[in-house]
């Protein structure tokens, strides 16, 4: 697995979660639940993981779909 992304923004998660199951590249998010040890602060970032070899594509998906090209 390849590192996509790292944000505390939900919103952007599901979106991009959206776009990577349409495109049926595998993806997982990591530190989902970390929110239980922060006390729901947000503050630690949850990270979307691409499977190997498939993360430029995905890239490429977030950027043709106008999301910013810091991710």
Same mark, same amino acid.
Do not use: C, K, W, Y
């Given at each position: ?7 505390? !923004? *939900?919103?952007?998660? &599901? ?5 990577? &199951? ?8 990591? !530190?989902?639940?970390? &929110?239980?040890?922060?006390?729901s ?6 990270? *979307?993981?691409?499977?190997?070899g ?9 950027? !043709?779909?106008?999301? !910013?090209?810091?991710?």
């Amino acid at each position: 697995m390849e590192e996509l992304l790292r944000t505390n !923004d *939900m919103v952007l998660i &599901s979106f991009v979660e959206a776009l990577l &199951s349409d495109a049926r590249i595998g993806h997982v998010v990591l !530190d989902q639940h970390m &929110s239980m040890v922060e006390g729901s602060l947000g503050v630690l970032p949850r990270r *979307m993981l691409v499977e190997e070899g498939r993360a430029d594509e995905a890239r490429q998906l977030l950027r !043709d779909a106008g999301v !910013d090209g810091s991710v």
